[in-house]
């Protein structure tokens, strides 16, 4: 009997530690067929994924400490559902990898880290922020899928810090912040060229959201660096600069959205400037069925990358968007949509895009 009741208090205890941590493995796959349309050359149909959200699969569990302390980590990895094959450079975790510890203090992670320009900008989104689809997401800086793909534009916000520490308030009456650093381990020199970082402040009661956010590239050498891609085109020249506020409001009936974005010093080019806004609305008609619309716009000014015109003066872009979400369960749904974008440089149209997409998304 005594015997017995060691053996339950052993179990008893087991199960009590096994319930104060917990891992789970979660993901995403995102895959659409899209028909890209291009002023002056052939039409083009592809398989893509990531149009609603990139492809992934990671592990993420915690820790009770005891005294309201955890332990927490994720590893998370991205990849092309279409291909199979890696996204971020083909990295094992090159979405996310971090450890830290959360409480009544906040939160703390340390590794790799998204920024705030990922977490912030994204909610503010028009055409339900799809890397595919929304307008900004394809010829703005400083979104969360910044320079998608339509137009081909490179130096956008980094949205992974490598060697990041990143601290998360308490929410208090709806107000949150962050605040993130990279430590720059490149010591040729006595330089720091891959040193990062940022703030951020986001506000959520009742129908109203607004979101806002800094942050800083450091551009102290030519040379490739983890945290700044691509890397900057001059040697010491300033920062790299990113900023932007975004609004929320719903309605009921619709859910209103703008943002605006500015990005300075782009490339570590001086004085090489973008601006960038844009408006959007979901209309939910179901409880499966939301519509959704943006218009976006965005300017260069300065010497700019060849990825974008390979010369000095004026960009215009500009872009619009409908599209629809379906729901098929609470895992999965369906969207699609059409998308235009346009591209002057000095007063005459040089790019003239139309995409069309058809994609599908599992949660796991």
């Known amino acids: 009997m005594k015997k017995s009741l060691i053996a339950l208090a052993v179990l008893a205890a087991s199960g009590a530690a096994m ?32 149009g609603g959200g990139g492809s992934r699969w990671g592990m993420k569990g915690s820790e009770d400490l005891g005294g309201g302390l955890k332990a927490n980590f994720i590893l998370e990895s991205g990849f092309s559902g279409d291909t ?28 790799r ?46 949205l992974r810090l490598n060697n990041g520490i990143s601290y998360t308030t308490p929410k208090m009456s709806g107000f949150s912040a962050r605040a993130q650093y990279a430590l720059g381990e490149n010591n040729a020199a006595g330089t720091d060229a891959d040193a990062a970082y940022a703030f951020s402040v986001s506000y959520a009661g009742g129908p109203l959201a607004v979101g806002a956010y800094y942050q800083v590239e450091s551009c102290e050498t030519a040379a490739a660096k983890p945290n700044a891609t691509p890397a900057c085109a001059v040697a010491n020249s ?107 440089k000095a007063g005459a149209l040089n790019n003239e895009t139309t995409l069309y997409a058809l994609g599908l998304q599992h949660n796991f």
Do not use: C
């Open 19 to 50: 319930a104060q941590s917990s891992v789970t493995l979660y993901g995403k796959v995102d895959n659409l067929a899209v028909i890209s349309d291009v002023k002056g050359k052939p039409s083009q149909t592809l398989i893509q994924s990531g």
């Open 84 to 111: 199979g094959a890696s996204a971020q450079g083909g990295l094992l975790f090159g979405r996310q990898a971090w450890v830290g510890v959360s409480g009544g203090f906040g939160d703390v992670q340390v590794g």
């Open 113 to 158: 880290v998204r920024t705030v320009a990922h977490i912030v900008s994204g909610d503010f989104q028009g055409m339900l922020d799809s890397a595919a689809l929304a307008p900004l997401n394809q010829i703005g800086r400083v979104q969360d899928n910044g320079g998608a793909g339509a137009l081909g534009l490179g130096n956008v916000a980094t």
């Open 238 to 344: 300033e920062d790299r600069q990113y900023a932007f506020v975004g609004v929320k409001y719903n309605l009921g009936m619709a859910v209103l959205k703008g943002s605006y974005g500015h990005a300075a010093n782009i490339r570590g080019v001086n004085n090489a400037d973008s601006s960038e806004y844009q408006i959007g609305v979901d209309v939910p008609v179901s409880s499966a069925l939301v519509l959704t619309a943006s218009y976006a716009n965005a300017g260069d000014n300065g010497t700019q990358s060849a990825t974008v015109a390979g010369a000095t003066g004026k960009i215009d872009r500009e872009g619009y968007a409908v599209g629809a979400k379906y729901s098929l369960s609470k895992r999965t749904f369906m969207y699609a949509g059409v998308s235009y974008y346009e591209q002057t």
